[in-house]
């Protein structure tokens, strides 16, 4: 029989969990890919094919993870102000060092060291929301990891704009510039309810219907947003937004700590997708988000690390563990979210907030080749009762072995291949030395 001609063939990994619609799983199989895509997976499937090779042995392989909220750049604030109450942190901290510093060297600089970050953990898609989104999607272009990026609209003057309508007509220009990019992904980002008045929020709406992209923005994060939308508009932020008819399946909702019983329902009609951020609400001490009851309900959750300054960092691993974890504990049930889900929220759930799940978010046939080795070599994660719970429960991000984009080798034993790391606390040294010479 002729060999196949194959671009890369991973070989006998120990666990493929595809997490596609039936969870099937693979055991001591190979994956094949070309073009970029996934060709072929099974069993001796290595026979069939020539081409590189990579070890899959002692691993486990699963779809890339796709981290859905974050603000990227601000790995330069990482850990910056932390442990005070959230105006002060906000008001004496993250404003006057944005006010002063932002800028596309400091987004430049900061999503460098964000995506080494987030590769090193296998993340392989992020969501991005922030300032100088041409810098994020230059250091995406240059290194290969996909992006959802969307700059934040704001009524009042921003970094890179004077007015909404400005920060609306830049975004339109991003996405005319990169529509059908294969690693930038372009999306709007009206930044909340409490900052964009029902105006901004129906223009920047019609612009993603319009170009069709996701409405990227944060939603009932915190009891003060809630509370300033009741006194403003005399409801709460779901209705709110659903009357001025800016939610559908398009609608990528960041922390959704407190929606009303009634207002899941609607998330759930709608087909609103949500960037569940735990570790960021229990820093900033928001609240939980009722993630059981909403995933009962059917709506789609998918996870989100938020920025470094409040998590504080963008292990996507780390992320899932302590939502299965946390929501078990304030339910005081066991059984919710459990490892499958959590590992879902990662993966293909988050491809289906992303409107990506065509394409990304399972080890499929025909999919994009997005892929992760865990490796699995090392005491701390055995025995293996239980693939996905030791992913969730016993691993962390820096079990990560390979990491593979559109069927490029961008993480290979634990080694981030695009980056200098020297190079990266150098930059993050520098920038620290700026922002704490701020006179407060
Ligand atoms: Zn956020």
């Given at each position: 029989m002729a060999l196949k001609e194959a671009d890369l063939i991973i070989t006998d990994?120990?666990?493929?969990?595809?997490?596609d619609e039936n969870l099937t799983e693979f055991t001591n199989a190979d994956i094949v890919i070309k073009d970029g895509k996934i060709i072929d997976i099974g069993q001796n499937k290595k026979n069939e094919y020539f081409g590189k090779t990579i070890i899959g042995k002692g691993k486990i392989a699963i779809p890339g993870l796709i981290n859905t909220h974050t603000h990227a750049a601000m790995t330069l604030l990482r850990g910056y102000g932390s442990d005070n109450p959230l105006k002060v942190w906000l008001e004496e901290y993250i404003w006057p060092a944005e006010g002063q510093f932002v800028s596309y060297e400091f987004v430049k600089d900061g999503t460098e060291i964000a995506v080494y970050e987030m590769l090193r953990t296998g993340t392989t898609t992020f969501v991005d929301m922030y300032f100088y989104e041409n810098a994020v999607a230059d250091v995406i272009k240059e290194v290969g990891i996909r992006g959802v990026l969307s700059t934040g609209i704001l009524d009042f003057p921003t970094p890179g704009a004077k007015t909404p309508d400005e920060g609306i007509a830049k975004t339109i220009d991003f996405i005319k510039e990169y529509k059908n990019h294969p690693y930038v992904i372009p999306a709007i980002g009206p930044h909340a309810p409490y900052t964009c008045s029902p105006e901004t929020l129906k223009k920047a709406y019609k612009v993603a219907e319009d170009y069709d992209v996701v409405y990227h923005i944060h939603v009932a994060e915190t009891e003060f947003e809630v509370n300033t939308i009741k006194e403003k508009y005399g409801k709460t932020p779901v209705h709110h937004l659903n009357d001025i008819g800016v939610l559908s399946e398009r609608t990528l909702a960041a922390h959704m700590v407190y929606p009303t019983e009634d207002e899941i329902d609607i998330l759930a009609n709608k087909g609103v997708k949500i960037a569940h951020c735990p570790e960021s609400n229990l820093k900033l001490a928001s609240g939980v988000a009722p993630v059981p009851t909403m995933i009962e309900k059917g709506v789609n959750v998918a996870i989100g690390t938020d920025g470094t300054a409040s998590n504080d960092d963008l292990d996507v691993i780390g992320e899932i563990s302590t939502a299965a974890k946390l929501h078990k504990g304030v339910n005081k049930n066991?059984?919710?979210?459990?490892a499958k889900e959590a590992l879902l929220m990662a993966t293909r759930w988050g491809a289906k907030a992303i409107l990506m799940e065509d394409q990304l978010g399972s080890i499929e046939v025909g999919k994009l080749a997005d892929i992760v080795l865990i490796d699995i070599k090392d005491p701390h994660i055995n025995p293996i009762y239980d693939p996905y719970t030791q992913i969730v429960y016993s691993s962390n991000g820096l079990d990560v072995d390979t990491v593979i984009v559109n069927g490029e080798v961008k993480v290979l034993n634990k080694e981030v291949l695009p980056f200098d790391k020297e190079y990266l606390l150098e930059k993050a040294n520098y920038w620290k030395e700026k922002i704490k010479s701020i006179k407060k």
């Open positions: 990994i120990d666990f493929v969990l595809t997490m066991p059984t919710v979210v459990n």
